[in-house]
């Protein structure tokens, strides 16, 4: 496994002039946010030693290199889900590559079903922690300890830090944040009414079927995370909405400038 993630990560240092130390997963609400870099260096997935092929939409998926914000980013855009088939050392291996790189904060984002009873579709949910209830841990298995520790910490898995700098961010600017627990499961089902519910009452706000891996990995290779959920629809025991692939688009596309714009300033400010 290191020799794969230092094969990728010297391929990637022979394209680039510079190396990044902040790096952005695209996810559903960040996808314009590459419309704000300034491009120095495209590398399609396909090319990198060992990097997964995304199977979504005839995308394979790329590294993107430039500058947001004033700062020298990498971003991805395109990213593995476990429900398309992707192992956990597959979905996390990009973090890996990014750590080797020298990137010591993360930045992700998401589409989330609402279960706290104050949220609106349409909203921005700042991850203040998550629960995951994938069937498994990306770490399970041998530990590698220039990667990081056998019994990783989670007890700040997303950074104070960086949720106080969002939330002046989105005061200045007038932006409604909401604060939240983000269940990972694995999906590709949406949940039955009952399992909306019961995350509910274990202590999530939105549950999606993404982003717990990668931050398990970035917060073992001790790297800051910041992290940012859209929510595209609501679930709960009295909820019959059906939601619906579009429905998760639709919602996204119109919280997506109020995302890019936090995200962006963030970045310009760390
Ligand atoms: N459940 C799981 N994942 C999701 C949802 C949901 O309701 N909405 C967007 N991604």
Do not use: C, W
């Not at 993630?5 to 190396?19: D, G, P, S």
């Not at 890996?96 to 609402?114: E, I, P, Q, W, Y």
């Amino acid at each position: 496994m290191i020799q794969k993630i230092n094969e990728a990560a010297n391929f990637i240092r022979n394209q680039v002039a510079e190396l990044p130390n902040v790096a952005i997963i695209l996810g559903t609400g960040l996808g314009e946010l590459v419309n704000h870099i300034e491009i120095k260096k495209e590398i399609d997935y396909k090319d990198i030693p060992s990097m997964p092929v995304s199977t979504v939409e005839g995308h394979s998926g790329k590294l993107i290199f430039g500058n947001l914000g004033g700062r020298y980013v990498m971003a991805m855009q395109g990213r593995f889900h476990y429900y398309e088939g992707y192992d956990m050392k597959q979905v996390t291996f990009p973090v890996r590559v990014m750590k080797a790189l020298g990137v010591d904060t993360l930045f992700v984002s998401n589409a989330a079903g609402g279960m706290n009873k104050e949220f609106r579709v349409g909203d921005i949910m700042i991850i203040t922690d998550h629960i995951n209830l994938f069937p498994e841990n990306p770490l399970r298995g041998k530990n590698y300890d220039e990667l990081g520790p056998r019994f990783p910490a989670m007890t700040e898995a997303y950074s104070h830090e960086l949720i106080k700098m969002a939330d002046d961010i989105a005061s200045e600017k007038g932006i409604r944040v909401m604060h939240g627990v983000y269940v990972g499961t694995a999906g590709p089902t949406f949940e039955t009414p009952a399992e909306y519910e019961y995350f509910r009452v274990i202590g999530g706000d939105a549950v999606g079927m993404s982003t717990v891996p990668e931050v398990i990995v970035a917060n073992h290779a001790g790297m800051r995370v910041f992290g940012v959920s859209v929510i595209t629809d609501l679930g709960g025991k009295d909820i019959t909405d059906v939601p619906t692939h579009e429905e998760v688009q639709k919602a996204a596309v119109k919280a997506q400038p109020f995302m890019t714009e936090i995200i962006k300033e963030l970045v310009g400010r760390l």
